[in-house]
Every structure is written in C-alpha cells, then in structure tokens.
C-alpha cells in the first residue's frame, strides 16, 4: 500500500521548474571565467611587452591602449565615429532584414516564383560585391547611404536564404492542421509560420548585425571620411597604433552589445526555448 501511495505521489507530482537562480549563477560562472581569461591574457601581454622593451608604434602595452582609449572618448573623437558606424550599421540591417524577409516570404510560397527569380540572385552573388560599388555611389552619393547600402548587399543573400529556409522546415502536415480549423492565411502567418521561423529568424538577425557592420566597415577602410574604418585607416597612416587598438575594441564592444540584446531578446520571445535546455 505504501509503495502505491509513493507512485501515486510521484506520478501526481507537478514537473519542477528549474530556478530562475541556478541560470543567474551560471551565467556569472561563465562571465568571470571569460574575465579571468582576458585578464591573464591582457597581464601576459603586458609583462611581455614590457619586457621585450617593444616599440608603442609596432606592439602597444594594454595600459597604452586604455590611455589612448579613455583619450579618444574623452575628446569625443571615438564616441562620434562608432556613433556612425553603428547607425550605417543598423541601417544596413534593417534594410536587408526587411527585404531579405519580404522576398524570402514570396520566394518560399511559390516554387515558380522562385525557379525565376533565383538564377538572377545567384548570378548577382557570383560577383563581388564591390563591383557594383561605383553604381552605388552613383545613385546615393559618397556618404551615409551609400555606406548602408553596401552593408545591407552584404547581409541580404545569407538573411534571404535563413528566411526561406525558414518557411520551408514547416511541414505539410503542421499546414493541414491549420487548414482542417478552417484558418486565414492571416492566421496561418501568425499562428504557425511566424512561431515556427522565430529560431530561424534570431539566427539571421545575429549573421545579418555581423555583415551588416563588416559590410559597412570595410566600405569606410575604402572610402569614407567618418565612421570607425575611417578612424583605424586614420590611425594606420599617422603609426597611432595605440588609437588603432582603441578603435579595434570600441567595435569588439559594439557587437558584443548588439549581440546581447539579440540573446536577450531571444530569451523574451521564445522564453519556452530555453526552458528546455
């Protein structure tokens, strides 16, 4: 009798959650190992540089690095070119995002759409892109639009393909469901594709924010007169390696912080994602 009464029990039992607590704590497990990491790198590199008695214009000391760091925010020189990096940046992202899930939408709903409109998107990612640059500066001018522009050519085929692949992993049966309750093409969208494509869609917002800003970074190392590649191409050409380093880790904290808000977000949309890990 006992050992029904313990079954029962158990199998009554009401699944318990993991505590929100034990991820906390987790998380700053892994934060300060990462710290501990980079710090023993950065005291390593320091010592050594020190040693070494290695010239500041060839390999600069971490405590040279945040000198020239604090310097540049100081004076607003770094604060206004991340700045315009960061707008090109999300600029070109959202272009591509939109696009990209606009055409992908279409193309993975109609078979024929997409055995036409395909070979003409393949041929133009067989060019490099820098070949329609001219027509870009042309159309747009040189300045922000242009810069965006270039970000957002980067980011569109990778976030176009996400997308339909995407729409395309939902089966036909989930698609008879919704049809057999009589559902809307309006509710098909909200009630099953949109759900079904959000993993889909949190992993082309972090490769789009990615070419989006090497797109854009790469356009100013050309041509631009502003904006963080303008900045390391400045500091190349006056042998300011510190400042060149400056600019390296102000762009590492750039995408760490979007990257961030992405997995933070993730972790609100789709909280029963990470409930299961």
Same mark, same amino acid.
């Given at each position: 009798?006992?050992? #029904?009464?313990?079954?029962?029990?158990?199998?009554?039992?009401? /699944?318990?959650?993991?505590? /929100?607590?034990?991820?906390?704590?987790?998380?700053?497990?892994?934060?300060?190992?990462?710290?501990?990491?980079?710090?023993?790198?950065?005291?390593?590199?320091?010592?050594?540089?020190?040693? *070494?008695?290695?010239?500041?214009?060839?390999?600069?000391? !971490?405590?040279?690095i945040a000198r020239r760091l604090?310097?540049?925010?100081?004076?607003?020189?770094?604060?206004?070119?991340?700045?315009?990096?960061?707008?090109?940046?999300?600029?070109? #992202?959202?272009?591509?995002?939109? &696009?990209?899930?606009?055409?992908?939408? @279409?193309?993975?709903?109609?078979?024929?759409?997409?055995?036409?409109?395909?070979?003409?998107?393949?041929?133009? *990612?067989?060019?490099?892109? @820098?070949? $329609?640059? !001219?027509?870009?500066?042309?159309?747009?001018?040189?300045?922000?639009?242009?810069?965006?522009?270039?970000?957002?050519?980067?980011? @569109? #085929?990778?976030?176009?393909?996400?997308?339909?692949?995407?729409?395309?992993?939902?089966?036909?049966?989930?698609?008879?469901?919704?049809?057999?309750?009589?559902?809307?093409?309006? *509710?098909? @969208?909200?009630?099953?594709?949109?759900?079904?494509?959000? /993993?889909? $869609?949190?992993?082309?917002?972090?490769?789009?924010?990615?070419?989006?800003?090497?797109?854009?970074?790469? $356009?100013?190392?050309?041509?631009?007169?502003?904006?963080?590649?303008f900045l390391l191409n400045f500091?190349?050409? *006056?042998?300011?390696? !510190?400042?060149? &380093?400056?600019?390296?880790?102000?762009?590492?904290?750039?995408?760490?912080?979007?990257?961030? &808000?992405?997995?933070?977000?993730?972790?609100?949309?789709? /909280?029963?994602?990470?409930?299961?890990?």
């Amino acid at each position: 009798m006992e050992n #029904f009464e313990r079954i029962e029990r158990i199998e009554g039992a009401a /699944p318990v959650a993991p505590a /929100p607590s034990l991820d906390i704590i987790a998380a700053a497990k892994q934060a300060a190992l990462v710290i501990a990491i980079i710090g023993i790198f950065l005291i390593g590199w320091e010592i050594l540089a020190a040693a *070494q008695n290695v010239p500041v214009f060839f390999l600069p000391k !971490p405590s040279d690095i945040a000198r020239r760091l604090s310097a540049a925010l100081a004076d607003g020189t770094l604060t206004r070119h991340v700045w315009i990096t960061w707008s090109e940046a999300l600029c070109a #992202f959202f272009i591509a995002f939109i &696009f990209s899930s606009a055409l992908g939408y @279409f193309l993975a709903k109609s078979p024929l759409l997409e055995k036409i409109v395909s070979p003409f998107i393949i041929a133009s *990612q067989s060019l490099p892109i @820098f070949a $329609v640059a !001219p027509f870009v500066l042309i159309l747009f001018g040189n300045g922000y639009w242009s810069n965006a522009m270039m970000g957002a050519l980067v980011a @569109f #085929f990778p976030m176009l393909v996400n997308t339909i692949a995407a729409l395309r992993n939902i089966s036909a049966e989930q698609r008879a469901l919704m049809r057999s309750f009589a559902a809307a093409e309006s *509710q098909v @969208f909200t009630r099953l594709e949109l759900p079904a494509s959000l /993993p889909y $869609v949190f992993g082309s917002i972090r490769i789009g924010l990615t070419l989006a800003v090497i797109g854009v970074l790469v $356009v100013e190392l050309f041509w631009a007169d502003r904006g963080i590649g303008f900045l390391l191409n400045f500091a190349r050409g *006056q042998f300011d390696t !510190p400042l060149l &380093f400056a600019g390296i880790v102000a762009l590492i904290f750039m995408n760490l912080s979007m990257y961030v &808000f992405v997995a933070l977000l993730e972790r609100i949309v789709m /909280p029963w994602r990470h409930a299961q890990r």
